[in-house]
């Protein structure tokens, strides 16, 4: 089994076909959540899965998956007739908007050529092994929506209160011929899980600069996101002096300008982003009575995270006052940072040696779906080199050879896990 | 003649009926050009013309009027066969997103009213008199649209690159059966023209804080606008260091502030707005590679513009390199500020003695239909009083005395420029 590879060839056919679907002009792709596109690359997904002759499973949450289970013969060999634990295995085809052709799409491929890897060579492991795709890890709607239903970490008020809105959730659902009900009736029993691997593009420069093959993730960092409103009021912008009037876009300008240095100047390991602004009325010739804000920060750190909010919230409402707004602050959701297992760092590693591939630990600057399995399952996830670090763009490039190793990596990985 | 008023309570009845066309459920009206419900306010407008006996016209700009001829015997009367001019009474029927009852639709049913009176009077005056409303003066798609196609002042170069976009205008030309060839063919000759006279709310605080009834405009401030775009790149919001990102957000609101405070604190009589942003690709996880910025500003004075616009945009280059962007320049438009005609301003100021009305003279922050007349034939306009100022929103109000004492110096003034 230490021999074992997975076929470079067949995967990369099948990560090329991928890519066409929602493909743009660019080189990219462009699949929201539950767009025509996304739903025609799970549509993709499920064709192979039955052509590789594994069995298809989809889930109240729209997750879709291929498994392959203990055979009945090994299952009936166990002592004691308990269910098997699945070993998932997983990422995303979902992308952001004008999103790159890896970021989800490997793993989800490469962990699909993992099962039929291990279904060709007929070995036999202790798990069910399933490749999932998770819906909405990008948070066009709701962030991590398909993980948390599964690992029962998705309420109703969250489906309430969606980043993306509620409406587009409504209508999103609707086209994926699913609903909130059916997205709370995901969850799968904490006992069911064996653990969750992934495979990643890294989407920073790490790798790249050190010329490593692998990284193996020691922890996920938490994202906390809110919409801040900044308010004053509508008046003609020619006839109001400057002195009279409560221009929104000031308080957001000065913001977007503090929150920068703050992280900058103090929060050297944290993150923070502005992606978005939304003007009301929105003419020329009016002054913004109301502006937006798009305002997500990232820390791996649980005690820097509350230090950083509270001195977010506290220069929003500064920036308020200065120009005489009110601000309106609705938190969109708080991720906790996420420790990955131990047990599997150590088998991501030992996997590295026997492959005579070099690798580091290092956190994730990026979300993923793991950190919904956090204190649920063992979770582990390793990354491969981005080109440049470009992520979330067109510009989105991984070497095929490191590709191919990553899968290998999760290949023998789960061999040393499951067998 | 000098004993001649408007009849109120017609007036009223016909600006009542106005107000609930496009009505919002906080008492404004949102009409903005070729909407369905600006469309509907010019078919209401229509009908009220050929109810009231009076010749309706409309042209290739989309300009609709009511006109009141000099009559035959008179035409005749004078001793060389010579063509009547036009005296243009007008504003307009459109309105910003949103905005309130009064701008615009105010000179638009005063002016009929006049023609009305005066139609009901009997007088014969020297000139074919015309109640007009303007295509677009609030600048929805290109601003002064349907004044300036009747003054000559249109291109096909704007019509091109409007300000609300090629796509918008040419959209809402299919809904009101014109094209940019009937645009352009709606110039009158100049020698056509006998002048052009607004009665116009204030939208500023002068008039009420003075406790005055009229004010007399002595120039309207001239407009220019962009679309500044500040131009960095996406990246991934979490894997990305901050010293690694090209983030466009910053850049455009350095400029917001910096915008702010050199016309706060050296263009006292100038006013500036940045109305919109518009983020790419606008997602919480990715750092926006670019926004495109509405700024507009005005000035009464032809140098100051210059300085203004000079130091203006070299601070948006500033704000650019700062932080490592790309800035791309787009003027959208230069509306020079326009003197009014001093002969109509004896008239309306004599006009307001008569009626034992007070007034003063002030400059208009506000664009208006008339600086598309500048140069062309003599143009004038008064104001009445803004109730706390408010414009572009439905807090808009005018006391209706005030609007009745606007339409009689309307009148009056008609009398004394064409009798």
């Given at each position: 089994m230490l021999k074992l590879r997975i076929n470079p060839d067949r995967m990369l056919a099948a990560f090329n076909e991928l890519a066409q679907v929602g493909a743009t002009s660019d080189g990219g792709v462009n699949r929201p959540t539950f767009s025509e596109a996304h739903l025609a690359a799970r549509r993709w997904f499920r064709e192979q899965i039955e052509k590789a002759g594994l069995e298809f499973r989809a889930d109240g949450a729209g997750n879709h998956s291929a498994t392959l289970a203990l055979s009945g013969a090994s299952r009936g060999a166990s002592a004691v007739e308990e269910p098997a634990k699945t070993l998932l295995l997983g990422s995303h085809l979902d992308s952001v908007p004008n999103g790159g052709r890896f970021d989800g799409a490997l793993g989800v491929i490469a962990a699909f050529e993992v099962l039929r890897t291990i279904k060709e060579a007929g070995i036999q492991l202790k798990v069910d092994l399933e490749a999932i795709d998770f819906t909405d890890e990008e948070g066009t709607l709701v962030g991590l929506l398909g993980s948390a239903a599964l690992a029962g970490r998705l309420h109703s008020d969250i489906l309430q209160n969606p980043r993306g809105g509620r409406g587009a959730l409504l209508e999103g659902m609707r086209r994926a011929g699913l609903s909130d009900e059916s997205m709370l009736s995901a969850m799968r029993p904490k006992?069911?899980?064996?653990g969750y691997l992934e495979l990643h593009i890294?989407?920073?420069?790490r790798l790249e600069r050190a010329g490593l093959h692998v990284g193996v993730v020691s922890a996920i960092v938490g994202i906390w996101s809110y919409r801040l409103s900044f308010i004053g009021r509508a008046d003609h912008a020619g006839t109001t002096t400057m002195g009279d009037r409560l221009d929104a876009s000031l308080g957001a300008s000065e913001f977007t300008l503090a929150a920068r240095d703050i992280v900058v100047n103090d929060f050297r390991d944290c993150v923070v982003n502005i992606g978005n602004m939304e003007f009301s009325p929105g003419a020329f010739n009016i002054v913004p009575a109301q502006v937006d804000v798009s305002l997500e920060f990232r820390s791996a750190d649980e005690e820097k995270f509350k230090r950083l909010d509270s001195l977010l919230l506290a220069h929003a409402q500064e920036a308020a006052n200065r120009f005489n707004l009110a601000l309106k602050v609705e938190s969109l959701g708080k991720h906790s940072p996420a420790l990955m297992d131990d047990h599997v760092r150590d088998a991501f590693a030992g996997a590295c040696d026997d492959l005579g591939l070099n690798y580091i630990s290092l956190p994730s600057g990026a979300g993923h779906d793991g950190q919904s399995f956090d204190g649920i399952c063992p979770v582990g996830m390793i990354f491969v080199p981005s080109r440049d670090g470009?992520?979330?763009?067109?510009r989105e490039f991984t070497a095929w050879e490191d590709c191919v190793n990553g899968a290998n990596v999760l290949l023998q990985t789960v061999l040393r896990l499951a067998t």
């Amino acid at each position: 089994m230490l021999k074992l590879r997975i076929n470079p060839d067949r995967m990369l056919a099948a990560f090329n076909e991928l890519a066409q679907v929602g493909a743009t002009s660019d080189g990219g792709v462009n699949r929201p959540t539950f767009s025509e596109a996304h739903l025609a690359a799970r549509r993709w997904f499920r064709e192979q899965i039955e052509k590789a002759g594994l069995e298809f499973r989809a889930d109240g949450a729209g997750n879709h998956s291929a498994t392959l289970a203990l055979s009945g013969a090994s299952r009936g060999a166990s002592a004691v007739e308990e269910p098997a634990k699945t070993l998932l295995l997983g990422s995303h085809l979902d992308s952001v908007p004008n999103g790159g052709r890896f970021d989800g799409a490997l793993g989800v491929i490469a962990a699909f050529e993992v099962l039929r890897t291990i279904k060709e060579a007929g070995i036999q492991l202790k798990v069910d092994l399933e490749a999932i795709d998770f819906t909405d890890e990008e948070g066009t709607l709701v962030g991590l929506l398909g993980s948390a239903a599964l690992a029962g970490r998705l309420h109703s008020d969250i489906l309430q209160n969606p980043r993306g809105g509620r409406g587009a959730l409504l209508e999103g659902m609707r086209r994926a011929g699913l609903s909130d009900e059916s997205m709370l009736s995901a969850m799968r029993p904490k006992e069911s899980l064996a653990g969750y691997l992934e495979l990643h593009i890294e989407q920073g420069k790490r790798l790249e600069r050190a010329g490593l093959h692998v990284g193996v993730v020691s922890a996920i960092v938490g994202i906390w996101s809110y919409r801040l409103s900044f308010i004053g009021r509508a008046d003609h912008a020619g006839t109001t002096t400057m002195g009279d009037r409560l221009d929104a876009s000031l308080g957001a300008s000065e913001f977007t300008l503090a929150a920068r240095d703050i992280v900058v100047n103090d929060f050297r390991d944290c993150v923070v982003n502005i992606g978005n602004m939304e003007f009301s009325p929105g003419a020329f010739n009016i002054v913004p009575a109301q502006v937006d804000v798009s305002l997500e920060f990232r820390s791996a750190d649980e005690e820097k995270f509350k230090r950083l909010d509270s001195l977010l919230l506290a220069h929003a409402q500064e920036a308020a006052n200065r120009f005489n707004l009110a601000l309106k602050v609705e938190s969109l959701g708080k991720h906790s940072p996420a420790l990955m297992d131990d047990h599997v760092r150590d088998a991501f590693a030992g996997a590295c040696d026997d492959l005579g591939l070099n690798y580091i630990s290092l956190p994730s600057g990026a979300g993923h779906d793991g950190q919904s399995f956090d204190g649920i399952c063992p979770v582990g996830m390793i990354f491969v080199p981005s080109r440049d670090g470009a992520s979330h763009s067109a510009r989105e490039f991984t070497a095929w050879e490191d590709c191919v190793n990553g899968a290998n990596v999760l290949l023998q990985t789960v061999l040393r896990l499951a067998t």
